[in-house]
């Protein structure tokens, strides 16, 4: 019997363009924080329950912003390899797929604005930057994803604004601590991005698509991701020599041989199917990484 691919039905279609497993780089950065944020002693569960509906809102916006905007700049051919995009599966209009990135960040900006009148009105302005960070990844003019600068603004707004922010709108400040997991969380977070780029490396460079993995290559590149899984781990070592943490924060140790089967996969493999699952692995790390540091910071 022959296989047959899956019908794409516009339900199938709008769940591929939400990208589920992205997901971990908007919930483990809010997990994290606010473990930080109970251990230095302050928690509001309804900001920690805020920050987590804008993080998840800002990750879909900027998923189907990507989807789009690579459509129309004709980024994604037949030849890529991944998860369905909604725009190029002619299955949804990329009209309906801008829309519903403009609603994703809707929902984004006015949970974002709730957040800030109740905490600090200077958010607004961090809020204003991270919603032109996830319409300028792919979209405008310039797109500086097409420049290699997103592992950079993902680091930085999946990362640090992310992590510290969750702990600046429970605890009322940042602190070392909030700014070491921030870095942690976002060296997980760019592997991610990394991964889905190594994976279209090919296709990126053939579209004019000039990620940081095109213009370094494949093996500086994989080399790029044993760098931030490798300072990743080290992050929580450093929170306990300085003493911002008990030693019980090394239990996030304990998921380096999950975060190690990605890079095993990227140094042994070009395979488009082998390098999704990568990434899908990738996410489960972040997930497990934020998990045990909260575990850690608690216990």
Known sequence: MVATAPTLTPRRVWW?????????????????????????????????????????????????ANDYSDFVRGADTPRRVGPVRAAASGVVAPEQVRGAAVVAFGVAGV?????????????????????????????????????????????????????????????LRVTPLAILTGCGIGCLATAILVLNNLRDIETDAAAGKRTLATRIGRDRTVMFLVLLISTAFIVPVVLSILGLAS????????????????????????????????????????????????VGLLA
Request: aromatic residues 10%; positive net charge.
């Open 111 to 171: 949970a974002g604005l709730a957040l800030s009148l109740a905490t600090d009105w200077r958010l607004l302005v961090v809020g204003a930057a991270c919603l032109l960070a996830g319409w300028l990844y792919t979209g405008g003019p310039r797109p500086y994803g097409y420049l290699g600068l997103g592992e950079l603004f993902v680091f930085l707004f999946f990362g640090l604004v992310a992590t510290c922010g969750t702990v600046y709108v429970e605890a």
């Open 16 to 64: 591929s363009a939400v990208r589920p497993a992205t997901l971990a780089a908007s919930v483990a950065p809010v997990l994290a924080g606010t473990a930080v944020a109970i251990h230095e002693g302050g928690i509001r569960p309804a900001a920690g329950f805020g920050a987590l509906l804008v993080a998840l809102a800002m990750q879909i916006g900027v998923n189907f």
């Open 247 to 294: 030693a019980t924060v090394l239990l996030v140790l304990l998921a380096i041989p999950i975060a190690a089967f990605p890079v095993r996969t990227a140094f042994a493999s070009r395979s488009g199917p082998a390098l999704v699952a990568a990434l899908k692995r990738m996410a489960v790390a972040e997930i497990v990484y934020a998990m045990l540091l909260a």
